[in-house]
């Protein structure tokens, strides 16, 4: 029939209803799998919660998605089908445990399709076989093609973090969107992934540690880790610790270890980067990956932005070694936008703040201009467990920032607290202020507890001299 012998009303009604399903059907958002995971993306770092799981869900970036006005909703109960998977764009699984209920044949069948039909699988694994997630996710894996492994990345020499091998730092990338400017990845015991499609990678020192898991899982914990030790059949060599994958028309990344998307170190290095692109890449929406806009955006509950700065060859903010700053990372993350790297990656986000763990160090010529353009900003610098001798250390990082501003002998000012807390400022003209924070106080892993335990009094007193520091320098 011919569109003009139809009636008015008829041809509206005709014009309008195929749009209006249309515009119903385009599925948007993500579906955060609650059935097969436990997800503690609505609790955050609260600052009187040391409960591990808690603390280590992915607060922060799903309230950022959120904030974008990307839909985040959560199957909590029911099973994953066609026709719940239909209204979104990507499926989150973070992390499945063997207290959740498992995989059906349909739910994998409807994943599968979903996929190939253009959707898009954010899976979160982990370090060898821990809480079993390897043996639930080989079905569904195998269907993708992809290889389950139950392995831990350890590595060695300057590619660790912490005491042992399995806290290691990543720099090694294949040219991928998800791996779009991203320089560094701190991961905390994380997991092998699938080689075939790696788009991270540790160094050529790594090897794959092999999960300890004696018959029926008697007397074993259920992270079923290695020995931390390189035993004769496991051999030497990079191994990939983020995948990316297409499949069908769909796509897929997998990052091996839930510590590097949590809370405590998901703004440690390039971490939130990497949370930034998969999601930008499997919403297919490029704006996501924007990390200035992430940096600039802030949580209402948080007291402002730190610079914490990490010289990526030192490592400190990121170790749990004892005399490493970890500890007082986390801390401060329950209370400021911290973000630890060693240098700015954009003009326009500028943390309120930037926190050196101390002026004596000799830091690399970039890192200084750095530092020099954050002051010249306006902006402030708090330099711990430094006190005004820093001046004569002629190659300290402190004595070249003065340097790169001429000032030779700045004028000082001098200010004590009741607690025996001892601050030098020095008032930089027409730029920020330097405030040397002496005193008795020690903030390393040796006097700021672990994330999951409670201060006690001595620890407590030292946690508000770090917040009494961070504050006044602010000023």
């Known amino acids: 029939m011919m569109k003009e012998n139809l009636p008015t009303g008829l041809l509206l009604s005709l014009l309008l209803i195929p749009c209006q399903s249309l515009w119903a059907a385009v599925p948007s958002g ?25 603390i280590s869900g992915s607060h922060f970036g799903i309230e950022y998605l959120k904030s974008r006005g990307i839909r985040c909703d959560r199957l909590a109960t ?12 990507v499926l989150m699984i973070n992390l499945v445990s063997a207290d959740c209920r498992a995989f059906l044949v349909p739910e994998i069948q409807a994943i599968v399709r979903f996929l190939e039909q253009g959707g898009g699988l954010f899976l979160v694994t982990d370090h060898s076989n821990c809480y079993s997630h390897a043996n639930i996710l080989e079905p569904l894996l195998t269907e993708l093609d992809i290889e389950t492994q139950r392995t831990t990345v350890c590595d060695r020499f300057n590619n660790v973090l912490g005491n042992g091998n399995g806290w290691i730092c990543v720099s090694r990338f294949e040219s991928h969107p998800v791996t779009k400017n991203l320089r560094f990845l701190g991961v905390q015991t994380g997991g092998e992934v699938d080689s075939r499609f790696a788009v991270a990678w540790s160094s050529d020192d790594a090897w794959p540690d092999k999960s300890i898991c004696p018959p029926y899982m008697e007397n074993v914990s259920q992270g079923f880790y290695g ?27 997998i990052v091996g270890d839930q510590n590097m998307i949590s809370d405590p170190f998901l703004n440690y290095g390039d971490n939130y980067r990497l949370w930034l692109n998969s999601f930008s890449w499997l919403l297919q929406d490029e704006t996501i990956a924007d990390a200035n806009a992430y940096q600039q955006w802030k949580p209402d509950w948080l007291n402002g932005s730190l610079w914490m700065v990490e010289d990526f060859d030192r490592r400190e903010f990121g170790s749990d070694k004892e005399h490493g700053m970890y500890n007082a990372w986390v801390l401060l993350n329950r209370h400021y936008w911290a973000f630890a790297y060693d240098k700015r990656t954009t003009e326009k986000a500028v943390a309120d703040l930037a926190v050196l763990i101390d002026g004596y160090t000799v830091s690399p010529d970039e890192l200084i201009a750095e530092l020099v353009t954050h002051l010249r900003l306006g902006k402030n610098l708090l330099s711990l467990h430094t006190s005004p001798d820093v001046l004569e250390a002629e190659n300290s990082t ?12 700045p004028a000082m000012k001098e200010e004590n607290d009741m607690k025996d807390d001892h601050y030098v400022v020095i008032q930089i003209p027409e730029a920020g202020s330097i405030t040397l924070h002496g005193g008795t106080w020690l903030f390393s892993n040796l006097r700021i507890p672990d994330p999951t335990i409670a201060p006690n009094k001595d620890e407590s007193e030292t946690i508000q001299a770090l917040l009494d ?3 006044f320098a602010k000023q």
């Open 30 to 54: 993500i579906l955060l799998d609650v059935v097969h995971c436990h997800d503690y993306s609505d609790i955050g770092l609260q600052k009187e919660n040391y409960e591990y799981h808690h």
């Open 78 to 89: 029911g099973r994953i089908t066609e026709e719940v998977l239909a209204d979104y764009q």
């Open 227 to 253: 020995n931390f030790i390189q035993d004769p059949d496991e051999p030497t060599g990079r191994l990939g610790v983020v995948l990316a994958k297409e499949f069908g028309k769909g796509r897929i990344v």
């Open 398 to 409: 402190i004595r070249r920032i003065l340097d790169a501003f001429g000032l030779d002998k």
């Open 469 to 471: 520091a961070i504050e």
